[in-house]
Nanobody, 116 residues
Framework: EVQLVESGGGLVQAGGSLRLSCAASGFIFDDYAFGWFRQAPGKEREVVACFSHADDGTHYVDSVKGRFTISSNRAENTVYLQMNSLKPEDTAVYYC?????????WGQGTQVTVSS
């Protein structure tokens, strides 16, 4: 079955960095588009960054442009989100997403907490 496992979250001070990892298994990695989403308490889930192997295109929500970078290691079937210059408003549960033909799959989420 499709499985996505996130890791790398934690507690960090404002201005610090974290790298999130999403290990994928159970499907053909290159057939899917990948993204990182986040959800803060009381707010709707939003897309943070997304990546497609088909065109190597990347997209970011305006609030993280210049600070976050999505990348992948195809040999390891792993997607990363490098987060630099973290701000308290980045605090949320971060979820890895894989999608094919409009069907989404989700990881369990990893908590990122940024203190001021």
């Amino acid at each position: 079955e499709v499985q996505l496992v996130e890791s790398g979250g934690g507690l960090v001070q404002a201005g610090g960095s974290l790298r999130l990892s999403c290990a994928a298994s159970g499907f053909i990695f290159d057939d899917y588009a990948f993204g990182w989403f986040r959800q803060a308490p009381g707010k709707e889930r939003e897309v943070v960054a997304c990546f497609s192997h088909a065109d190597d295109g990347t997209h970011y929500v305006d609030s993280v442009k210049g600070r976050f970078t999505i990348s992948s290691n195809r040999a390891e079937n792993t997607v990363y989100l490098q987060m630099n210059s973290l701000k308290p408003e980045d605090t949320a549960v971060y979820y890895c997403n894989a999608e094919r033909n409009g069907i989404p799959y989700w990881g369990q989420g990893t908590q990122v907490t940024v203190s001021s």
